[in-house]
């Protein structure tokens, strides 16, 4: 008997399946420390309301003719065509490896008569769209069908390109906001497919593009995300982006300190749309999150977590829970794909070196007995630009940490990273999983009505260098952290406790053999 099933059933008085929604009564069990020493359990009586029709979905990729863009519509059409495809290792079939929600599993319960675990797809958890069902459209600054795209890009295989291009040729990206200040100059020789006008205007033709795109597939809901050219820091300016208000009138200007990005952001929170940002730029200055907030409208970011920053979140957990000292991570890194081309001018580099460096931050600071307040590790990151290699990041990281009496231990790794095709499942999870958020409320046992999650959706952390928070909340890097908070609230709404890895029933012998001491 298989140890993974695909269907299931809650039963239980805690779960109730409506014809349109899945009802669950939970109770959210949290400690807080009060005075420096006094600690205190806190249960909050909640009810989950999940509408389980998942609708027509689609996505529009800002970056849409990038190796991101062109993986991502690939990956979809060789899914749903079913192809194989031959490579000197052999055959090959499409698959949905990397994405945390189509290709990993989380424990349900235990089998009741041979006591081992029970686990469920994550995507079979609750209703989510699937990736073949959603409908992939964008902009981009290079005209080049996806086809064209695809083979510049050098990421898929020979055998499986020539079999997607017929389908692949027939999308045409549409014209793209260009901003040539905040990306490197570099590009510019790909930029043909360009938006005129007004940063006004540019907004308003984005603001059209979407609710044409809407209309013309009968779409119920529209997603957008960058997946375009990391831009340089945008600078934050009291009266220019400072508050909604604000960013709104500097874009009619024509401010010159307010990105493609945020016209991108702003124009999907008008329109109604989440807006994801998978590139390291500061996309969300605070015009654009006041904007999200006064508009409820979702947004999540900052920046793809695929190769040796999700290694790097794992391996300083692991030392640091361990109770490993790290002193000093160097990461080096080199590319040869348009990103790094575009990563290889210094005010580019500036925005992904920030995504990079923060993400050791919430590890270290749990724990005080082995680092001093305001202490950190020495941490090092360099990107190189490098265009033989091309998709094939080269990652090596050297981390030098202090053990029992005095010892120093080193782990150095390479890591060799497909760099579009780690990153490609991501942004079928962050879509997917955002779809999702949109069709969850809570209501505590004190208030009278449901309300959605906050819009700065952090519980897309998992999938993010840089997670964007609510003001006033934690930033949680810990990957196997992240991972958890989004299956047990998966758990909850189907009004199961979260799984704590106890497992007391494997434990006593009362319960392993019906005895008692």
Same mark, same amino acid.
């Given at each position: ?23 669950? /009564? ?15 359990? +806190? ?43 031959? %490579? ?22 235990? /089998? ?13 958890? =609750? ?29 898929? /295989? ?47 033709? =984005? ?8 209309? /013309? ?91 040796? %920053? ?69 941490? +090092? ?34 890591? %060799? ?28 046992? %004190? ?11 952090? =519980? ?7 997670? =964007? ?19 047990? +609230? ?28």
């Amino acid at each position: 008997m298989s140890n993974t099933i695909q269907e299931f059933k809650v039963v239980s008085d805690n779960c109730k399946y409506e014809e349109d929604a899945i009802l669950s /009564d939970y109770t959210y069990q949290t400690t807080v420390v009060e005075n420096g020493n006094t600690i205190k359990p +806190v249960e909050t009586k909640m009810q989950f309301r999940t509408e389980t029709k998942v609708g027509k979905v689609g996505v529009m990729l800002i970056g849409l003719g990038g190796n991101n863009g062109t993986t991502c519509v690939a990956g979809v059409l060789a899914n749903k065509m079913g192809i194989t495809w031959e %490579t000197k290792e052999g055959p090959k079939a499409a698959n949905y490896f990397g994405s945390m929600l189509m290709a990993s599993t989380a424990k349900l319960g235990s /089998d009741a008569v041979t006591g081992n675990d029970i686990y469920s797809p994550v995507h079979k958890l =609750l209703p989510m769209v699937h990736p073949n069902d959603i409908v992939w459209g964008g902009w981009d600054i290079n005209d080049a069908n996806l086809g064209d795209a695809m083979k510049r890009a050098q990421v898929l /295989d020979y055998n499986l390109q020539q079999q997607l291009y017929p389908e692949m040729s027939k999308i045409t990206p549409l014209p793209s906001a260009y901003f040539p200040d905040f990306i490197a100059a570099n590009q510019c020789e790909r930029a043909n497919n360009i938006l005129e006008g007004t940063k006004q205007e540019q907004m308003e033709v =984005l603001r059209k593009n979407i609710v044409d795109f809407k209309a /013309d597939n009968a779409l119920d809901k529209v997603i957008l995300l960058w997946s375009a050219n990391t831009e340089r820091y945008a600078a934050i300016q009291e009266g220019i982006n400072d508050t909604a208000e604000n960013l709104l009138a500097s874009i009619k200007s024509g401010e010159s300190e307010v990105s493609a990005s945020t016209v991108f952001a702003t124009a999907s929170i008008l329109e109604g749309c989440m807006f994801i940002n998978g590139s390291p730029q500061n996309t969300f200055v605070p015009g654009v999150i006041e904007l999200a907030q006064q508009r409820n409208v979702m947004i999540a970011g900052d920046d793809f977590k695929s190769g040796q %920053t999700k290694m790097k979140s794992v391996l300083v957990d692991f030392l640091v829970s361990a109770g490993i000292k790290p002193v000093s991570i160097v990461s080096y890194n080199h590319l040869g794909n348009n990103d790094g081309k575009n990563l290889s001018a210094p005010s580019q580099f500036r925005s992904k070196e920030l995504s990079k460096s923060n993400v050791v931050d919430d590890m270290v600071a749990s724990n005080s007995i082995l680092f001093d307040e305001d202490e950190k590790p020495d941490h +090092v990151v360099v990107i190189k630009y490098v265009p033989y290699v091309a998709d094939s990041k080269r990652a090596m990281d050297e981390y030098t940490s202090e053990i029992f009496l005095g010892g120093k231990n080193t782990i150095v790794m390479h890591n %060799t990273c497909e760099d579009s095709l780690l990153a490609t499942p991501l942004i079928y999870d962050l879509v997917i999983l955002g779809e999702l958020c949109q069709r969850i409320q809570i209501k505590k046992e %004190t208030e009278e009505h449901f309300e959605s999650f906050h819009p700065v959706m952090s =519980l897309l952390s998992y999938m993010l260098k840089a997670p =964007l928070v609510p003001q006033g909340a934690p930033v949680v890097n810990a990957l196997f952290t992240q991972r958890c908070a989004i299956v047990n +609230v998966i758990r909850a709404c189907l009004g199961l406790a979260p799984e704590n890895h106890m497992t007391l029933e494997h434990r006593l012998a009362s319960s392993l053999y019906g005895t008692s001491s």
